[in-house]
């Protein structure tokens, strides 16, 4: 058995087994039970392995972050007595750097955000919410520590063939990062549920714990057994740039190493140009210049046009004649006055840049000129720049690298497209836009021609109608999941009502004549939306019921009970919105309100959430 085990192969076999019988749910002590018989130690390099071999074998890397957690437990022992490499004790080095992090981090989660968050827990005083919310700022640091990690040190680790544990550290370095934004997003304003102050703060601590113990135990000595000496010099060299988090060291690594090292590092590969972050071949240099998405000119300090780019979109012409002309007589007779007044300010100092726009035709040019200086701050020529920026200036909204991943959020939330095979399903997502609003803008107002469907990826939005009086009578909530105008799918009508984010909100948005084509082409999609719309105007005739033939005490009563879980109702909006929505003011539910809980009917806690003493009281109401 022991000559199989030592075998590479079988080792890596028999470690992935027990590596899925995690995922597919096998009790946790009895796999870390199997693991400790059957190995005695496991190398970095083959836990590394296990996980590119288990997500090239279609398991998602979001998989294999709910198993890193199982992994540094499992594994951690085994590593740590496996790799004692000294790099952690050099001061300065990047891995000493790391650790010495950690220990900070670790000392900010422990003594002032988990002392602080239970302090207030307990005494709900505003000094520990202070004390916490500066913990919590402090924390926001990790991001440092974190960005560090996935520009330098993953890069060198993908070069040696090492994939898997990058792209499952960093997927769960952005859950913690977004964890903290949340975190201090709640401290910020007065806090309204305890319980979830304290669950928002646990998670993200739990999760910064859990993966100080995760690069401790696996990054390092994967890191110590895979990069090379040179490249720990690039990493250290580079790590200025983006800078500690918490700690500074008291030593630089790099004062230590030799200039003759530093030189053999920093040499291009043969035939290329050196910059001073990497290198390019003049091909490479000649077809990135052409492809930037703006005219380039250089000027030299001898006043004369020495190159300029050749892209597709060209906003002033310029053949190749002009090489080597005096840059004054490029221009016309009326602006060679201001050419060389630009010109004669760069050359003294007296500026930098200088910047013009003018319309051109259906253009919106920008026009900029830069000096040009080597590092010593010698003049060397001017850069002139020239780009059309009009589709620019209309740009609205946000579209973000994770664009896609919204309209595939939204897509899948929706109830309407829920029968949809996954190749239709892409096709809406084809015709889907992404926005996102702030608390209290408006999506769409009554009177708008908007033809959009809107779908809520995240957030909550309030619908409502105005009458004439200006009384607002709110109509629904719509949350993540739901959708809004669905009507004017079905008619060329303008909006009768309002949509508002009463928080912030993501929303997808399909136009609707898309929409319709779709509809025609997947005629479930208009039943399950014509079913939608039946289920609201049920709901809109019992609201419409309950304001026209009872009076308000009974109105309050009757919606507590058809919320209540478990005899606590959480209102999912301001009680002053929920007051709208039953067709009452804000004053009358508070005063009412008031009332049930002297009557001990209620028991108010906080703004938003109410438990029923005497639901059978509350029931009788008239």
């Known amino acids: 058995m022991s000559e199989l085990i030592n075998n590479s ?59 890193c957690d199982v992994h540094a437990e499992v594994m951690g022992k085994s590593i740590q007595e496996l790799h004692k490499n000294n790099n952690a004790e050099i001061a300065g080095h990047p891995v000493n750097v790391l650790i010495n992090e950690n220990k900070a981090i670790e000392k900010v989660v422990n003594e002032e955000v988990i002392l602080n968050l239970e302090s207030y827990l307990e005494n709900e005083d505003n000094n520990s919410m202070l004390n916490l919310r500066i913990g919590l700022d402090r924390l926001s640091e990790v991001d440092i520590h974190y960005m560090r990690k996935e520009n330098l040190f993953f890069p060198y680790l993908e070069k040696h063939g090492v994939t898997a544990p990058p792209k499952v550290m ?22 309204e549920d305890k319980n979830k102050l304290e669950a928002v703060v646990r998670k993200a601590t739990n999760n910064i714990l859990s993966m100080i113990d995760k690069e401790n135990n696996i990054l390092v000595p994967l890191l110590n057994d895979t990069l090379t000496f040179n490249e720990w010099i690039k990493i250290d060299e580079a790590t200025p740039e983006i800078g500690y988090c918490l700690v500074v060291p008291e030593k630089l690594w790099n ?55 050749q892209g597709k979109e060209r906003i002033f012409a310029r053949p190749k004649t002009v090489i080597g002309r005096e840059v004054s007589l490029c221009h016309p007779p009326a602006s060679v006055g201001i050419v060389e007044e630009i010109v ?45 920026i009009k589709p620019i200036t209309e740009l609205e909204g946000e579209k973000r690298l994770v664009s896609k991943w919204y309209m595939v959020s939204c897509v899948h939330k929706v109830p309407i497209f829920a029968h949809l095979t996954e190749e239709e399903m892409a096709e809406i997502m084809k015709i889907a836009g992404h926005k996102t609003y702030r608390k209290g803008e408006m999506i769409y107002l009554a009177g708008d021609m908007d033809s959009n ?23 629904r909530f719509v949350s993540t999941g739901d959708f809004i105008g669905e009507l004017s799918l079905f008619n060329n009508k303008p909006r009768t009502d309002f949509a508002q984010a009463i928080e912030d909100s993501s929303i997808c948005y399909l136009e609707g004549k898309k929409v319709q084509g779709k509809m025609q082409q997947h005629p ?53 919105d929920f007051a709208l929505q039953l ?15 002297e009557d001990g009917l209620i028991k108010q806690i906080g703004h938003r959430k109410i438990i029923i003493l005497d639901p059978e009281g509350l029931a009788h109401l008239e």
């Open 583 to 597: 067709g009452m003011s804000p004053e009358t539910l508070s005063r009412k309100l008031t009332q049930f809980e």
């Open 524 to 576: 479930q999609i208009a039943f399950k939306i014509l079913e939608e719309i039946a289920n609201r105007l049920e709901k809109s005739e019992n609201l419409l019921e309950g304001i026209n033939l009872y009076p308000v005490d009974k109105r309050i009563a009757q919606t507590f009970m058809r919320m209540a879980k478990n005899d606590v109702v959480l209102l999912s909006s301001s009680k002053g």
């Open 170 to 191: 960093w997927g769960v370095d952005d859950e913690i990062r977004e964890e903290i934004k949340e975190a201090i997003k709640i401290t910020s304003k007065p806090i």
């Open 453 to 475: 469907l809107y779908v809520v990826n995240s957030g909550k939005l309030k619908v409502s109608r105005i009458s004439d009086t200006g009384k607002e009578q709110v109509i």
């Open 344 to 388: 004669n300010s760069f050359k003294t100092g007296e500026k930098d840049h200088e910047d013009f726009w003018i319309k051109l035709g259906d253009k919106f040019v920008y026009i900029r000129y830069f000096a040009v200086r080597n590092k010593e701050g010698k003049y060397l020529g001017v850069l002139e720049t020239s780009q059309d």
């Open 255 to 309: 004062a230590e190493t030799s200039e003759e090292v530093k030189e053999e590092v920093s040499q291009p590969s043969a035939g290329d140009i050196a910059f001073d972050a990497g290198s390019l071949s003049s091909e490479e240099v000649n077809a990135l210049l052409n492809t930037l998405p703006l005219d380039m000119t250089f000027v030299d300090k001898n006043d004369r046009v020495k190159y300029f780019s």
């Open 9 to 67: 192969k079988f080792r890596k076999e028999k470690l992935r087994n027990l590596i899925q019988s995690l995922h597919e749910g096998r009790d946790f002590d009895e796999v870390k039970t199997e693991f400790e018989k059957e190995f005695g130690s496991i190398s970095t390099q083959e836990l590394s392995e296990l996980e590119k071999e288990l997500i090239n074998e279609g398991i998602e890397v979001e998989e294999i972050q709910r198993l």
